[in-house]
């Protein structure tokens, strides 16, 4: 991935994003997402950080109760 961003004028930029996920996803999802983002011939950390939101489950909304 780091190869496939120092093209880009912003690379050392997001290169940093990416690794920030690392803190909140861990190493083998930003792993897993940067391996997905390169076989669609894609490389931005925006579309790493989309497919690392896209893969967290948010569960099922919350059913509020109001009285009648």
Same mark, same amino acid.
């Given at each position: 991935?780091?190869?496939? !961003? ?11 994003? $990416? %690794? #920030?996920?690392?803190?909140?996803? *861990? ?10 983002? !390169? ?11 989309? $497919? %690392? #939101?896209?893969?967290?489950?948010? *569960? ?9």
């Amino acid at each position: 991935m780091q190869l496939k !961003l120092r093209g880009s004028n912003d690379g050392d930029r997001q290169m940093v994003a $990416i %690794l #920030a996920a690392v803190l909140t996803d *861990g190493l083998p999802t930003v792993e897993t997402a940067c391996a997905e983002a !390169l076989s669609q011939g894609v490389h931005s950390s925006d579309v790493i950080l989309n $497919i %690392l #939101a896209r893969k967290k489950d948010p *569960g099922p909304a919350v059913t509020i109760m109001t009285p009648e």
